[in-house]
């Protein structure tokens, strides 16, 4: 099957003199990109597609560093840290699921997957294993902008001011101000959304929430997330609890929703 070949940048953002406006009109710089730019590491085989996604997020004010295989993502996101990683699934030889798996041994940086594929499978493998948003291809630029802000909004400008209290439940401790997370003085590996799901749950001990309130509480600017989704993310914060003790902290309340044991040890 012949691969889609996306228009150049300047076809999607073609600026004339005038009255005429831009073909696709992509987003103003987000507030939190100028007064520090994020860099912003966009992964994918084909030239083309990087080039169109490096161009609208640098259109929006963003930094981006591009790698066309799954070898050299790795080393990128290794030494250059970025604040958040776009990746295509379908990579040739090592593919986007593996460099996931590899930069999540030793780091928690946010995750966009890109795919060709729409399969629910591959939407719910990419979230378990530490993607925080997922984009099916074609897709448009300028959503994929706004899903990056969102993003980026969770993991940094989201983040509460200082003196909002530490969240203690049990051996369980949650210190939003500083987005960090110990069970029985251990670090929790979460990602910038799985932390947003276990603060909401911890917050409210013995409170029942169903998927639609996880949702609306620690989802706010994404719309677009099922309830598979959301069980997901509930599955790996219990694996991960579970690796330092805390298997048992969080409960499922059949055909309702979830809790944090009130009574946690």
Request: aromatic share 4%; charged share 30%; net charge negative.
């Given at each position: 099957?012949?691969?889609?070949?996306?228009?150049?940048?300047?076809?999607?953002?073609?600026?004339?003199?005038?009255?005429?406006?831009?073909?696709?009109?992509?987003?103003?710089?987000?507030?939190?990109?100028?007064?520090?730019?994020?860099?912003?590491?966009?992964?994918?085989?084909?030239?083309?597609?990087?080039?169109?996604?490096?161009?609208?997020?640098?259109?929006?004010?963003?930094?981006?560093?591009?790698?066309?295989?799954?070898?050299?993502?790795?080393?990128?996101?290794?030494?250059?840290?970025?604040?958040?990683?776009?990746?295509?699934?379908?990579?040739?030889?090592?593919?986007?699921?593996?460099?996931?798996?590899?930069?999540?041994?030793?780091?928690?940086?946010?995750?966009?997957?890109?795919?060709?594929?729409?399969?629910?499978?591959?939407?719910?493998?990419?979230?378990?294993?530490?993607?925080?948003?997922?984009?099916?291809?074609?897709?448009?630029?300028?959503?994929l902008v706004a899903r990056v802000n969102a993003i980026l909004r969770r993991s940094k400008a989201g983040l509460p001011a200082d003196g909002e209290p530490v969240i203690t439940l049990g051996a369980l401790s949650i210190d939003a101000a500083r987005h960090s997370a110990t069970y029985n003085g251990t670090d929790l590996p979460l990602t910038a959304l799985e932390f947003a799901v276990l603060k909401t749950l911890a917050a409210a001990p013995g409170v029942v929430f169903d998927r639609q309130r996880i949702v609306a509480t620690a989802y706010p600017h994404n719309i677009h997330v099922s309830d598979r989704t959301v069980d997901s993310h509930i599955r790996n914060i219990r694996a991960k609890l579970a690796a330092v003790g805390g298997e048992n902290l969080i409960e499922t309340v059949h055909g309702v929703g979830f809790r944090c044991r009130a009574n946690a040890p």
């Open positions: 099957m012949r691969r889609r070949r996306w228009p150049s940048p300047a076809a999607l953002c073609q600026i004339t003199t005038g009255k005429s406006r831009p073909k696709l009109p992509l987003p103003a710089r987000d507030e939190l990109n100028r007064a520090m730019p994020s860099t912003i590491l966009v992964v994918d085989d084909d030239p083309h597609i990087r080039e169109v996604v490096c161009f609208a997020l640098e259109h929006a004010g963003m930094r981006t560093l591009s790698a066309g295989d799954g070898a050299t993502a790795i080393e990128l996101a290794q030494r250059a840290r970025p604040d958040l990683i776009v990746l295509d699934i379908g990579l040739p030889e090592v593919d986007g699921l593996e460099v996931c798996r590899q930069v999540r041994k030793t780091s928690d940086q946010p995750m966009l997957f890109l795919s060709s594929r729409a399969e629910e499978i591959d939407r719910i493998l990419g979230i378990e294993l530490g993607g925080d948003d997922y984009v099916t291809k074609p897709f448009s630029p300028r959503e």
